[in-house]
């Protein structure tokens, strides 16, 4: 089944404490980004990744870092995460970008305390 | 600035009656697509539909169709016969002339009613 997958669904962690975010699509799709969803303030796009070694920010990058080694593979990683990252973060992938569906992960829910 | 308004904050409904959620985009494109995504409660965003703007004809899948009116810089959509599990947020988006993401809209919670 085509898919991206994400985990954990939820995690709840304290400020400073290194934590990833896990993302894997089967699709072979090139394009891979990260969003995450609060309310009054909607999706954001964190980082997105065009291809194999190729990252670039989004709109919220600062606290985050993302690696793109495979192409099926695009953690998120929160380096010393803090209480304003609490947040529902989705993964997403595309065949090439803006114009293709975006094929949503399931979420993850974080909590920062 | 490219921007996609949902103004419709909430609507509920009985079942069995139609609806029309309404987006409106701006963008400086002469060409793009417009998308619309349903969030259920579950909270995971599955992809419903992606028109592009040289097509205006409607689009219509089972109960959902969709007008787009490049006059107006709308994308509408209307659940026909809504049921209870249609109730979700719907988003409406529009990718960036600028960069690599989707622009979305707010989004319209609808509620349907048994």
């Known amino acids: 089944e085509a898919q991206v997958t994400q985990n954990p669904r939820y995690l709840i962690t304290v400020t400073g404490k290194k934590l990833t975010v896990t993302c894997s699509q089967n699709?072979?799709?090139?394009?891979m980004s990260w969003y995450r969803q609060d309310p009054g303030l909607g999706l954001r796009q964190i980082y997105y990744s065009m291809n194999v070694e190729v990252t670039d920010k989004g709109d919220v990058p600062e606290g985050y870092k993302v690696s793109r080694k495979e192409k099926r593979n695009f953690p998120l990683i929160l380096e010393s995460p803090s209480p304003n990252q609490t947040s529902l973060y989705f993964c997403a992938s595309s065949f090439e970008g803006n114009d293709s569906p975006l094929h949503f992960g399931n979420g993850t829910r974080l909590t920062v305390t | 600035a490219q921007k996609v308004t949902q103004a419709q904050t909430e609507i509920s409904v009985v079942e069995k009656e139609d609806v029309t959620l309404d987006c409106v985009y701006e963008?400086?494109?002469?060409?793009?697509?417009l998308f619309w995504y349903k969030q259920p409660p579950s909270g995971e965003l599955v992809f419903l539909i992606r028109r592009n703007s040289f097509d205006e004809q409607n689009e219509i899948s089972g109960r959902y169709s969709w007008n787009f009116q490049k006059s107006t810089s709308s994308f509408n959509f209307t659940i026909t016969a809504s049921q209870v599990v249609d109730s979700a947020v719907y988003f409406c988006?529009?990718?960036?002339?600028?960069?690599?993401?989707?622009?979305f809209g707010s989004g319209t919670r609808l509620l349907v009613r048994p």
């Open positions: 699709m072979n799709h090139e394009y």
């Open positions: 988006a529009l990718p960036s002339e600028s960069s690599y993401k989707l622009i």
């Open positions: 963008t400086r494109d002469t060409t793009y697509y």
